[in-house]
């Protein structure tokens, strides 16, 4: 009987778990990718046909963040975004042919041109913005049903440093500049493929002004009177506890 590997079984972005949200145990397959730890973890997509094992279910991978450790989680987030790099680069982006898995590495080979794709990460600045000594400013996703209020983030551009988006995205969504930009932390957050890079600036000047298809309100919120804000685990809870109890930047 062959060994049994532990294994991240993803349909889109749901893990599959057990009651106690510990992973299966599986027999390795040769579509599996396996991790750089061996055979012993692998991921694996979840067909639409395939069967989900009795006295198992599948899990938003969200909803995992504030139940698992920060390694599990990361193992899971590296899990779910090489899953997503395999999926999307079944044709090379060069020629048109049909790639095929390096043996060894993390690349998908094109056999007619040699050219390798490899997974990107595509990095997100996240910024945490005060004002004074006792304020802070929380944005409302244009998206989000809810009534949580989060940060200022998005994607870095081409050319352009990590401080340079932040003052870009803050100007951009809520019309504002600021000042005293400061590295804070990081994380890999697989949705798809991102990395969240922590930054914490100080307000300089300006009225809010929101970019209306991003942002549904923005607000400077007294320490003692926050809305509901990012759960615990993501990066978001982690700075603005950082800023208004002066806590590390912890996440796990």
């Not at 510990?22 to 055979?39: H, M, R, T, Y």
């Not at 809810?146 to 809520?174: C, H, P, Q």
Request: negative net charge; aromatic residues 8%.
């Amino acid at each position: 009987m062959s060994e049994l590997s532990l294994a991240y079984i993803f349909h889109h972005h749901q893990l599959l778990v057990d009651k106690n949200l510990q992973l299966p145990k599986v027999e390795k397959l040769a579509s599996d990718i396996g991790f750089s730890s061996g055979d012993q973890v692998i991921a694996r997509d979840l067909l639409a046909d395939d069967a989900i094992p009795e006295g198992y279910q599948l899990i938003p991978i969200r909803q995992l963040i504030s139940q698992w450790t920060k390694p599990q989680f990361e193992q899971a987030s590296r899990a779910v975004q090489l899953l997503e790099w395999r999926r999307n680069h079944k044709f090379c982006s060069h020629c048109g042919h049909k790639t095929e898995v390096h043996p060894v590495e993390y690349a998908m080979v094109c056999p007619a041109c040699r050219y390798h794709q490899y997974p990107r990460v595509q990095p997100c600045v996240i910024t945490v913005i005060t004002r004074g000594q006792d304020e802070i400013l929380l944005a409302k996703n244009a998206k989000n049903t809810s009534n949580m209020y989060g940060l200022i983030a998005g994607f870095v551009e081409v050319g352009e440093t990590l401080e340079e988006a932040v003052k870009r995205e803050t100007l951009e969504e809520v019309g504002l500049h600021v000042k005293n930009v400061t590295y804070l932390s990081s994380q890999p957050w697989p949705f798809p493929s991102n990395l969240m890079l922590a930054f914490k600036a100080e307000y300089e000047s300006g009225d809010i002004v929101l970019q209306e298809e991003e942002i549904s309100d923005a607000q400077f919120f007294k320490f003692d009177q926050l809305p509901e804000t990012p759960f615990s685990g993501s990066i978001a809870h982690a700075m603005i506890e950082h800023v208004i109890h002066n806590t590390p930047m912890q996440l796990d």
